[in-house]
Each structure stands twice: as C-alpha cells, then as structure tokens.
C-alpha cells in the first residue's frame, strides 16, 4: 500500500470482525490490482512495438494532450487560492498536482532560486506597455499572450498535433493560434542544424532524429528566459534542451525532456510525463483548433481603440498604462495635458509641431497604399521594393511608415549571410530602443514564401522594425510563422553585394552584438564593422 494512502487513514471506532475481515480483504485487493497493474503495464510497456508511417518511422501522427498540472507548477504543489478570489471565487484557483520532475525539486543556483522567487511573486502583474524603457516586465509570458516555450508548450492544457513527412516533423500547438515548430530531421544533429538560419527565437530552433523508436528533438537558441510553469520556474536563453517522445502504446507517448543550463541549474536535470492522444471525431478528421488570445490583450485592443477613438475627436492622444487581473481590467491615463483648477472637462484640440518625433512610434501609423514601391539608395547600389500589402497587411503599414519617415536612413546591413541580409535598427539608439516594444501583430496571410528576394520582417510575435531580405529559399524553416510583404523587382545584384564578411552575431561568428549597438548606435558599428555597407536613403518611389 503506498505512503499516501496509509497517511490518509485516519484512526475510527473499532471494526467488528465481519467488517474488519472485509476491510481487510478489500484493501488486500487493491493491493494485488496495484501490484498487477503496474505488472501489466511494465509489460505492455517492454512489448509494444509502435506502428510505422510509409517511410519506417514511428508513427507519432495525432493530436495529443497531457492530463496534468504542470503548467501550473512542475513541482509538486498543494491547492491555492484562486488569485484575487474576493472577485472570481474559486474560478482559477490552482488544483494541487504531483512533481513531474525526476527526483522531485529543480537543482537552482541559490541566486537562480532567488530569481524564481521573484518571477513567482510577480507573475500576475504583466505591464502592456514593456519594452518602453528598454527592460521587460517580470510577469508570466503566458499572461501576455506569449509563445509557451519549450518544453512548457506541451504540458499547457490544450491539444497539439504532430505532423510527420520523412524529412520533417511539424508540431502545431493550439495555444497561441500560431505556435508551431518544424523540426528537420537528420541521422547527424550537428549536420542538420548547420543548415538552419541561426537566429534565436522565443520556441528556440529545434532539430531531431530517431534512435530506435524515440524521436529525440535537440533544441536550442532560445530569445528569452523561458518560463516553465505559473510559478516562476525558468531557464535562461543559453539553456540546451533535449526531448524524447516514445510510444508506449497506440494511444500513449512517454514524453521526456533534459534541461543543461549552467547559468541557472547545478546540473541537467529532466521532467517527464504521458501525453495522451484523442481519438474523438474531430481529431479523427485531422481538424484543429486554434486558441488566439492575443485579442484579450489589453494593450493590444484598449490602448490603440481609444487612442484611435481620441484621435478622431480633434483631442490630444491619451497614454494608457493597463493592469491585467483575472476577471478586471483596472486602467490609468497619463495625461500629457494638465488641467487647471476649474477648467471644462473636454480637451482642447492641440496639432502636433511638424513631424513626429522618431522616438515615437505611436506617431507612424499611416495605411499604406495597396501597392507601392520603396527605393533604397546604399553604399553598395540601388535596390527597389515592391510592396503588395494584401500580401501581409500589418507588416506593409509598418514598412511603409519606417521608410516614409527616415527611419532606414542611415542604417546598416549588420547581418549578410548566404540565406538572408538584414537590416532595420536605427543608428540612434534612443530611437532604436523607443522602436523595441513597438511590435505588430503576426499577419496569418501567408500568400507568398520566403523564397529568394522576398522581404519580411523578423521575428514571429515580436515583429518590430528588423527587416530582412531573402538570399536564397527559405520558404521550409520560415513559411510557419512569417509572411512576406513584399519583394525585390531592381536590383537584386545590388543586394547580394552587401558586405557579408563578418557573418552572424557573436558567437556563431563575427558580426555585431546587440548589447553595444543599443548603448552606442551607428558609433559602435562605425568603430568595430566599418565594412559594414549601409542605406544612405530610403524612400517612397512616385506612384
């Protein structure tokens, strides 16, 4: 009989002997059905041998979900309280759950812990307006409509399905209502992740292959700290992480992953878990389901309506500043405009002098036409652009609103590799970091690939004003979560002459770093990447 049911019985009245016996008895029963079932399934387990797809593989097709609560803590943890429960009850109070990591507790560093600590108490206060000053919040990025991460994308409570062609496998999450990863797959892993572009991304780049009957899922170059539950549990952007998925029987997978950060941990440790597959109707049909929050965002729906609606009643633009809480939306508005004692409540139509200032993103919002052409005079040549914003909506406004206002001006290629050269941080950095959290929604268009020539805007739920243009095709790593808005029609020669000796970012080669760039601007370039080619002007071409 386990510890935990023994600890539960509590002391009663005394048994009398048929009760006793029966007692007894059932509890004998329990105990042989324990001991078999767990016989029964080592056995099942050690004999199964999963179906195969038509090129050898283990089929691993289907949608899939686990039935835990991990999302909510990977370690074990009793009930809680719904937070702020005075307004919502027992509605999202958090159910107690067992440790789905091996040997229990996660090996923190002592300030690592500390960190997680801090994250925890301050998970439920996301600021939607991060990024303003150049740091982010503390809050749980799934409060903000953030991408789960990996492994945390898999334990969340929503289905995710898996997809597998003999040289890739596509996971896509419901969560998000564009999660999805390709994972190419290779006998060599080294080999295979040589040919993807490197660039860190919030889900990392993830390559695979097959050991036997396991998909083993090499993930690394993650963009940001990672969160791993609601309760603050994290690694950092240098954390390495392996998955393995083996099917122990037709309708279950055995889902592990080992997370290497010595940043953050003592050692690799690993999480496992069952995922469980559906078999309803729908998941028979192969259709799926798509949970996009990003429109209960608060910044997202509340601060661009009203400053929309303001801007239409001739009155000064109002600044929100939004708390999210569970079931309330408490909002604040910082007037840029004081009121004098006694003055009328209605705002005073006040003009702005001249043109926007840079470092204001809020000032360039202008539609763009249907199609236009924008002409880029560089150091190496001319290049043209041909914009088609039915192609990508939200990416062509702000394309056309980057190069209308200066913002390309004197910007530099700091990026020119075999596959793509790209460009789009402003010499100034306090322009630059103004333009940080200005981010725009992902277009799900998706009419064109990013095949060689095409132009988009890096990167997927964090699309700012990095711009890139595409070196050779690829349409197979990119073409899941970024949609082009337009392509080069002059001067693709010029292009691929931009200067590309200093290759990716440290440390995967010698190109610049962030870090100093945002400290010093166009100086650091100047001084550290003086071959660097740059635009001497941009410009909107006559219609």
């Known amino acids: 009989m386990s510890r935990r049911l023994v600890g539960k019985l509590k002391p009663g009245p005394p048994l009398r002997a048929p009760r006793a016996a029966a007692a007894i008895g059932a509890l004998a029963v329990i105990a042989l059905l324990g001991g078999g079932f ?31 609560t991990a999302n909510w803590d990977i370690e074990e943890h009793g009930a809680r309280p719904a937070p702020y429960a005075d307004l919502v009850g027992v509605y999202l109070a958090e159910p107690a759950g067992l440790s789905v990591v091996e040997g229990g507790t996660i090996p ?31 809050a749980d990025p799934e409060a903000k409509c953030y991408q789960g991460g990996v492994p945390r994308v898999t334990y969340m409570p929503y289905p995710f ?15 998000g209502g564009n999660s999805a990863r390709v994972v190419p797959l290779g006998d060599d892993l080294e080999k295979t992740r040589a040919k993807l572009i490197n660039t860190d991304s919030w889900m990392g780049q993830s390559v695979g292959r097959f050991e036997g009957d396991t998909l083993v899922v090499d993930d690394r170059w993650f963009s940001h700290v990672i969160w791993l539950d609601r309760s603050g549990n994290y690694y950092s952007q240098d954390a390495h992480v392996v998955e393995r998925y083996t099917a122990i029987s037709p309708d279950h997978i055995r889902y592990e992953a080992t997370i290497d950060d010595p940043k953050v941990f003592t050692r690799p440790w690993k999480m496992s878990m069952i995922l469980y597959k559906h078999v309803e109707p729908y998941a028979a049909a192969g259709i799926s389901v798509h949970s996009v929050c990003r429109r209960f965002c608060v910044r997202q729906v509340v601060q661009e309506e ?33 009121i004098g004692a006694g003055a009328p409540a209605a705002f005073a139509a006040q003009d702005p002098p001249g043109k926007p200032s840079l470092t204001n993103p809020a000032g360039f919002t202008e539609r763009a036409p249907d199609t236009f052409e924008a002409s880029f005079d560089t150091s190496a040549g001319t290049f043209v652009v041909e914009v088609h914003r039915d192609w990508a909506p939200n990416g062509a406004d702000r394309f056309y609103n980057l190069v209308k206002s200066g913002f390309y ?22 322009v630059a970091k103004a333009w940080l959290g200005a981010r725009i929604a992902d277009d799900q268009t998706h009419k064109h690939s990013n095949t060689k020539g095409m132009v988009s805007f890096f990167q997927a739920n964090r699309r700012s004003t990095q711009t890139f243009i595409n070196l050779a095709d690829n349409s197979a790593t990119l073409d899941i979560q970024i949609a082009p808005f337009g392509e080069v029609v002059s001067g693709m020669d010029v292009v691929e002459k931009l200067y590309a000796g200093y290759g990716e970012a440290k440390p995967n080669g010698n190109g610049p770093e962030m870090n100093p760039f945002y400290e010093e601007g166009n100086a650091y370039l100047e001084r550290e990447y003086p071959k660097l080619d740059y635009i001497k002007k941009a410009s909107i071409a006559a219609p």
């Open 108 to 138: 923190y560093k002592p300030e690592a812990l500390l960190q997680r600590n801090r994250y925890r108490a301050e998970r439920l206060h996301p600021d939607p307006l991060v990024l303003e000053n150049g740091t982010e919040d503390q």
């Open 409 to 430: 001006d004197g910007n530099r290629f700091y990026r020119v590799t075999p596959l793509m050269a790209v460009w789009g941080l402003n010499g100034d950095p306090a």
């Open 161 to 175: 399905q898996i997809l597998q062609t003999k040289d890739t496998v596509l996971i896509a999450y419901e969560y």
């Open 306 to 338: 009203t400053e929309a609606n303001v801007a239409a009643a001739g009155q000064p633009a109002v600044k929100l500043r939004a708390i999210m809480i569970p079931g309330v939306v408490a909002i604040t508005a910082l007037l840029a405009l004081a």
């Open 38 to 68: 767990r016989s029964l399934n080592s056995q099942t387990r050690a004999a199964y041998k999963p179906a195969r797809t038509a090129d050898g593989q283990p089929d691993l097709n289907g949608f899939w979900q686990t039935m835990n």
